[in-house]
């Protein structure tokens, strides 16, 4: 199927307001963080004026800035971009997200992010033990201490937020920790990624020969311990997942990464590049180091018939076709990400991952053992003398079988 076939319908844009990140963490995989450019309004306003003439936009946009510390941006620059894009997309459902150290967050900072309803997420990795083993300044030094002063910050100024924790072999032995250095200051959100192997970095997680039993250990009894306290609220790796295992049987299974366009990802020159947004800044002959065009200079028709997104199309396709065949957990996640599949097995036309074993089949794995448990509980016992969330389950679970019964 060629790229033209289908009609792309942008659902995110990552917009990188920077390279340049002023700590120096030890898993980064960006290629240009020392590079102090910033991207120019005209850009922004290039990107979203051609989005919204293209007809590629639905109700609702979510752009995500990132890709570098977008704090080190002044605050203005943010104040007139979210206005300039409000402007060019009217009628559109645009929510800003953005990722941040945290060791820049001011009150300032903070009365923008509640103006404009802006998502928040904090990078911590959790203890300061665990935090300072990659999380350092540029001279090599703690970033524990700011990162957490922005967290309480955010909290005093009643700025919702969430915090994504980067596991390491180390701390995936301590979920105990892990959770009480949450519930300690108030972390309600939280998510967990893995040391990934993309671009020059190469994960030292994925090396250990049991990562993926040690992450299940880990998920499963922070899990546990989180619903037996009560303070943290959500937990993405388990929460997240929940919708994606239990909907309706004909919806399509969607994957943002592997379609064409489905992201729409901008650095800070101007360059495009789709699917994984990990994959703009980074270098591979093959496929043009990734990049369909520059959004200053041309239009998306011709980003569109470029032949570098034919390329990757047409074996990231490959690679989903080879998931579909291959893995039982493809009605989950449709895919998986084309990135980790290109670092990790040298292709995107190939099947699973190391990455994928973590973050999609040891979460499913353990929701779907405590739902068999759960169908047990249910099995034997009316609904009315269960606990009430899970006599909640119960009745959803009568419900979707009375649907499934013969006749139905």
């Known amino acids: ?102 060791t820049l967050i001011t009150p300032q900072w903070c009365e923008l992010f509640k103006e404009w309803g802006v998502k928040v997420g904090v990078s911590i990795d959790g203890p300061k033990r665990f935090n300072d083993v990659n999380r350092v300044s540029r001279k090599g030094r703690s970033t524990y201490d700011q990162a957490l002063a922005g967290i309480r910050m955010l909290r005093e100024h009643g700025v919702p937020f969430h915090v994504i924790a980067v596991l390491s072999a180390q701390s995936m032995q301590s979920p105990e920790e892990m959770l009480e250095f949450f519930r300690a200051e108030g972390i309600e959100d939280v998510c967990f990624n893995v040391e990934e192997s993309e671009g020059d970095h190469v994960s030292e997680l994925l090396a250990v020969h049991d990562a993926r039993a040690l992450f299940r250990q880990f998920l499963e009894k922070f899990w546990r311990l989180a619903r037996i306290s009560g303070d943290v609220r959500f937990i993405r790796e388990i929460d997240g997942m929940l919708p994606r295992i239990f909907r309706n049987a004909a919806a399509e299974v969607a994957n943002m990464q592997t379609e064409p366009f489905g992201m729409l990802n901008v650095d800070a020159l101007g360059n495009v590049s789709s699917f994984s947004p990990e994959l ?51 009605s989950v996640c449709g895919g998986g990400a084309p990135v980790n599949k290109l670092f990790e097995n040298g292709s995107f036309a190939s099947g699973r991952t190391k990455f994928c074993a973590l973050t999609q089949m040891a979460p499913v794995d353990l929701i779907m053992e405590a739902f068999a448990r759960l169908q047990r509980r249910v099995d034997s016992a009316a609904p009315a003398e269960l606990p009430g969330a899970v006599s909640r389950h119960a009745r959803y679970l009568q419900r979707d079988a009375a649907m499934r019964a013969p006749g139905n």
């Open 1 to 102: 199927m060629s790229t033209c076939d289908i009609q792309p319908r942008v659902q995110v844009v990552v917009l990188q307001p920077t390279p340049f990140c002023n700590i120096a963490c030890r898993y980064c995989y960006l290629p240009s963080r020392n590079v102090k450019t910033v991207v120019m309004q005209s850009t922004i306003h290039a990107v979203f004026a051609k989005l919204a003439a293209s007809g590629w936009l639905g109700d609702e946009l979510t752009v995500i800035w990132h890709a570098g510390e977008p704090l080190v941006v002044p605050l203005e620059f943010y104040r007139t971009a979210f206005a300039q894009i409000r402007t060019l997309c009217p009628g559109i459902d645009v929510s800003h997200s953005i990722q941040t150290n945290g």
């Open 280 to 330: 703009l800044g980074l270098k591979n002959p093959a496929y043009g180091d990734f990049i369909l065009g520059n959004i200053n200079t041309d239009s998306l028709a011709q980003m569109r018939a470029s032949p570098v997104l034919a390329a990757m199309t047409r074996d990231i396709r490959a690679g989903v076709e080879e998931c579909s065949r291959s893995c039982e957990y493809f």
